[in-house]
């Protein structure tokens, strides 16, 4: 949402307080269920599965590794509910060897870290139109992408962090391909591009005003976000002297709940960001806010990427990296 107040008086107030109510509505909770199971041996799995025999007749196969976290269940749902079919195996870290993720009536069984290669090539093999999706941790984003070179597998890559040089790097090197985004919301990609090129055709508009941000993340999130980063980027070049460390954080529940105004049942999932703007005088104030409650608009931009990538690999596009901007450019999202 952006908004652009015109009453500078309650602008100014409301810059003063900072006591800004956000909002944005609710979503269902998830009915995505982990359970720890004995572990069963993958390759008799993927001779007997009555599942696996017929995927030929079943949606795009697809892989999500790191589906024991919240982003990755989120993006198993999505890709159900488009008509995607997520195999019955995924890759996760030591710590979820032998888990078992139950959504929808589908259980996908959870490999550590022995014998990735191996299985990631049985399971190419056996669904050899397979698209990979990443959402695990930024300590594993660049040892998993070189696994997926390596064995030759498309993926889309959602996890943030990771030595980001190394990692385009490396896809550069292979023949795969790849769309690479730390930021899968499509709507707030959109929002990006357009600021970002009002900054390269109006630099310095906003020369002189002063710049106010607050962010409110869930607890874990404890550094400033890399859209926040983006957009105050764009505001520099526009002309605004601020730095990241100025950033007003907001991570305390109740402060989150009674300041920022975020749904109580959304605390642990959510993104509020507020930018805003002041001329030196304090006549004039723009402000401009995206809320994100939950990840479901995340989880509906990576089907998206997965479809878009799917159609490359086919085409053989001679294009083999690309990112959300692509995705968007593409014109044909759901």
């Known amino acids: 949402m952006i908004k652009l107040p015109l009453n500078a008086a309650l602008a100014a107030q409301q810059h003063k307080s900072m006591l800004i109510p956000w909002s944005c509505g609710r979503s269902s909770s998830s009915n995505v269920r982990v359970n ?60 979820d060897s032998g888990k078992i993720v139950d959504i929808g009536g589908k259980e996908i069984e959870i490999h550590g870290t022995s014998q990735r290669e191996d299985i990631l090539s049985s399971v190419l093999t056996e669904y050899p139109n397979l698209i990979v999706v990443d959402y695990t941790v930024p300590a594993a984003v660049n ?31 292979s023949n795969v391909y790849a ?15 357009a600021m970002e090129i009002m900054a390269e055709q109006f630099p310095g508009a906003f020369f002189g005003y002063h710049l106010q941000v607050m962010e409110s993340h869930q607890a874990s999130k404890l550094d400033v976000s890399g859209t926040a980063k983006a957009v105050i980027s764009c505001f520099q070049k526009l002309g605004v002297s601020f730095e990241i460390d100025q950033v007003q954080l907001i991570r305390d529940p109740k402060l989150q709940i ?61 294009k083999r990296i690309y990112d959300m901007i692509d995705v968007l450019r593409e014109g044909n999202m759901r």
């Open 143 to 173: 040892e998993n992408a070189a696994l997926y070179c390596k064995v030759g597998v498309p993926f889309v890559m959602g996890t943030t962090g990771g030595d980001r040089e190394q990692l385009y790097k490396t896809v550069e090197n």
């Open 258 to 318: 009674e300041m920022v105004g975020v749904p109580e049942e959304h605390i642990s999932g959510h993104a509020f960001h507020m930018y805003h703007l002041t001329s030196p005088d304090g006549t004039v104030s723009f402000e401009f806010q995206h809320n994100v409650c939950g990840r479901s608009i995340y989880a509906e931009g990576t089907v998206d990427a997965i479809l878009f990538l799917a159609k490359k690999v086919q085409s053989k596009a001679d």
């Open 179 to 193: 769309v690479i985004s730390p930021q899968m919301g499509k709507q707030v990609v959109a929002f990006l591009a």
């Open 36 to 95: 720890v199971s004995k572990r069963r041996n993958f390759l008799v799995a993927m001779e007997s599965s009555p599942v696996q025999s017929t995927s030929q007749n079943l949606g795009l196969p697809i892989m999500v590794n790191g589906c024991t976290g919240k982003m990755g269940r989120a993006v198993l749902e999505a890709a159900i509910s488009a008509g995607l079919h997520p195999i019955p195996v995924a890759l996760g870290g030591p710590l």
